[in-house]
Each structure stands twice: as C-alpha cells, then as structure tokens.
C-alpha cells in the first residue's frame, strides 16, 4: 500500500477531511469509527481508536462479583482439560 495511487481531498470550512470510500472499506471504517490522529514528522496518522482504555489487572481484578465457593487451581484445570476434550472429541 505503500506505492498506491495519491488521492487528494480538501479540508472542509469545519476542518472535516472526506476520506474516499474505497480507503473506509479497506480499513472497515464505518460511520462513528473513532479515530486517533496523531501528528508526525512525515505528516497526520489515522489509526483506529480502541474499543476500551487499557487497564492493567489490578485496576479490574474482582470486579465482577461471584457468589459461592472459590474453586481451586485443580478444579480449574480439570474443567479446562474437560472443555477441551469436549472440544476436540473425534469419536
């Protein structure tokens, strides 16, 4: 993509840029995508936004509320190894 055609657009009285359709496609960009601009030394970066601002785990960790016993590291992998031989079962 780095040779493709140069396309020109305007920068609108409200300082709105129409970014042609077949490079919203491309991108999956529809209406209301969120965009972060940033500005470079070769000229302006369009990147998409992330759905959600990053956390570290300490600032989400117990977060969702569980009521009953904890379950041990032992039931946890018996219930991952049983998920994925349902999973995978070829019989």
């Known amino acids: 993509m780095a040779n493709a055609e140069q396309i020109i657009t305007t920068v ?48 989400v960790f117990g977060l969702l509320p569980f009521k009953g016993e904890p379950k041990s590291l032992e039931d946890m992998e018996a219930g991952v190894l049983a998920e994925a031989r349902r999973r995978h079962d070829r019989d």
């Open 12 to 59: 609108s009285t409200k300082g709105q840029v129409i970014l042609p359709k077949a490079i919203r496609q491309r991108r999956e960009w529809d209406a209301g995508t969120r965009l972060i601009v940033e500005e470079t030394a070769d000229g302006v970066l369009l990147k998409r936004a992330p759905a959600f601002a990053t956390t570290r785990p300490d600032e």
